[in-house]
């Protein structure tokens, strides 16, 4: 029987929420062995003087405990 864990990662990007997307499993994948999912929560950019200059995600990253 498996048993999964979940934990909370946040990405960011000046390009775009898929880029964000992309770099918090490239790092959690430095760590984390067994990813089977990721659930987004939330998309946020940060905004200066009327542009937006950073795209953030915040992610449910889920993985197998290993025996």
Known sequence: M???RVTRVK???TMSFQDALEEGLR???QTLR???QIE???HK???VRGQIKEYE???DITFVLED
């Open 27 to 29: 790092r959690a994948n």
């Open 57 to 59: 995600i915040e992610m």
């Open 2 to 4: 498996a048993v999964e």
């Open 40 to 42: 987004v929560l939330r």
């Open 45 to 47: 950019v940060r905004v």
């Open 11 to 13: 990405g960011t990007s």
């Open 34 to 36: 067994g990813i089977t």
